[in-house]
């Protein structure tokens, strides 16, 4: 006679830990009055990146929970991480909320559309927040900041991207102890080939932390 196994406490108590930072996140989001939660289809976004939109995907806000799952993981390394970097942006709302939640140096948000990131920086100038950054720029051309990062990327380009926006920052990869915690990992077989390595998975979150192996093998 088979038999199931019965759920851990922490399987039992997850439902109320979703609902708890589910009213906690939008008590903070009602309070600076920040606007965050719109669909936009990639024919709509705006960009001078012409070659970047053709390979990129729709802009859709990221679950907050989802996103504390990840770097709750990534903080599990005892790395002493002094930046948080959200490849594709939108808005703003991982930025802001790895601020809130986790002791960055400094906070990095980029996009390549111009108006999405007005409109992140218009969400930071209602919180009190001062060591984040909102910047366009096109992610097959920006070298990123050094330090310790975690780079935080909700699927928002294709492997063609992903591989230019790496190969340019293999150097960074290369000497610091950085990580990627990955949304929506569709493109981490990218990742793979080039060097990188799994850390973490969530197969029923579909989400996943990277390194660079080589800056580990060494260390």
């Given at each position: 006679?088979?038999?199931?196994?019965?759920?851990?406490?922490?399987?039992?108590?997850?439902?109320?830990?979703?609902?708890?930072?589910?009213?906690?996140?939008?008590?903070?989001?009602?309070?600076?009055?920040?606007?965050?939660?719109?669909?936009?289809?990639?024919?709509?976004?705006?960009?001078?990146?012409?070659?970047?939109?053709?390979?990129?995907?729709?802009?859709?806000?990221?679950?907050?929970?989802?996103?504390?799952?990840?770097?709750?993981?990534?903080?599990?390394?005892?790395?002493?991480?002094?930046?948080?970097?959200?490849?594709?942006?939108?808005?703003?709302?991982?930025?802001?909320?790895?601020?809130?939640?986790?002791?960055?140096?400094?906070?990095?948000?980029?996009?390549?559309?111009?108006?999405?990131?007005?409109?992140?920086?218009?969400?930071?100038?209602?919180?009190?927040?001062?060591?984040?950054?909102?910047?366009?720029?096109?992610?097959?051309?920006?070298?990123?900041?050094?330090?310790?990062?975690?780079?935080?990327?909700?699927?928002?380009?294709?492997?063609?991207?992903?591989?230019?926006?790496?190969?340019?920052?293999?150097?960074?990869?290369?000497?610091?102890?950085?990580?990627?915690?990955?949304?929506f990992d569709k493109h981490?077989?990218?990742?793979?080939?080039?060097?990188?390595?799994?850390?973490?998975?969530?197969?029923?979150?579909?989400?996943?932390?990277?390194?660079?192996?080589?800056?580990?093998?060494?260390?």
């Amino acid at each position: 006679m088979s038999t199931w196994a019965r759920p851990s406490l922490g399987e039992r108590l997850e439902p109320l830990s979703r609902f708890y930072h589910r009213a906690s996140d939008q008590l903070f989001i009602r309070r600076h009055s920040l606007q965050f939660d719109e669909f936009v289809p990639r024919e709509s976004l705006v960009t001078s990146a012409t070659d970047s939109l053709a390979h990129s995907y729709n802009y859709r806000p990221y679950s907050t929970y989802q996103l504390n799952s990840l770097l709750r993981e990534a903080f599990k390394t005892g790395i002493p991480f002094q930046n948080f970097v959200d490849v594709g942006c939108g808005r703003g709302q991982p930025s802001l909320f790895a601020r809130r939640n986790y002791p960055f140096a400094h906070v990095y948000g980029m996009d390549f559309s111009e108006p999405l990131i007005e409109a992140a920086k218009r969400n930071l100038q209602r919180t009190p927040y001062k060591n984040v950054s909102f910047v366009a720029a096109d992610a097959a051309q920006w070298k990123v900041p050094d330090g310790n990062t975690i780079f935080f990327m909700f699927n928002p380009f294709d492997a063609v991207i992903m591989e230019k926006f790496l190969r340019l920052n293999l150097d960074h990869f290369a000497r610091f102890r950085s990580l990627i915690a990955y949304g929506f990992d569709k493109h981490r077989d990218t990742m793979c080939n080039l060097g990188f390595e799994i850390m973490y998975r969530s197969w029923r979150d579909e989400h996943s932390i990277l390194r660079y192996a080589a800056a580990y093998s060494t260390r």
